[in-house]
Every structure is written in C-alpha cells, then in structure tokens.
C-alpha cells in the first residue's frame, strides 16, 4: 500500500484536475449555462473534504482496508465527475 501521503497527493491531483478541465470547459464555452459546471466543482470540493475526513478518521481497525476502501472510491468519484463533465 502506499503512504498516506501518496494518497493525499493521488486526492489531490485527480480532484485538482477535474476542477481544472472543469474551469477550462466554462472558459471554452463562455455561452452555456454555468450552473452545471459550477455544481460540479461543488461535488469535487465536497469530495476532498469527505476524503480527507476519511484519510483522518482514528476508530479504525484495519487501516491498510480503511486506505483502500478509499483509493477505490476515489477513483470511482472521479470517474463519475469525469462522466458529468463530458456530458456537458
């Protein structure tokens, strides 16, 4: 398993980058309706904090499980806004 440091990078960068394709998608296309957009910059700041509460959460007992549960549901968050964003 990584480090807890890793997966704090791994967080992120993948949040990081949605929010980023996110903004280049609002500036590319300064006519559409930004509500969607902004709800899902929204979802991805709400995500980082939901993670990084996870990441120090202390009543846990197997944290190499713990670690992965949140690796796996990182990347399938990510993927979903990955979804709504090309759906704009």
Request: charged share 35%; hydrophobic share 40%; no cysteine.
């Amino acid at each position: 398993m990584a480090t807890i440091r890793d997966l704090k990078k791994d967080i992120n960068h993948v949040l990081g980058e949605i929010i980023e394709m996110t903004l280049d998608w609002e500036k590319a296309n300064p006519d559409a309706d930004k509500k969607p957009s902004a709800a899902i910059v929204d979802e991805a700041i709400t995500a980082y904090d939901t993670f990084s509460a996870k990441i120090y959460q202390k009543d846990i007992e197997n944290k190499k499980a713990h670690f992965r549960a949140i690796q796996d549901e990182l990347a399938e968050k990510g993927n979903a806004l990955i979804e709504k964003l090309n759906a704009l």
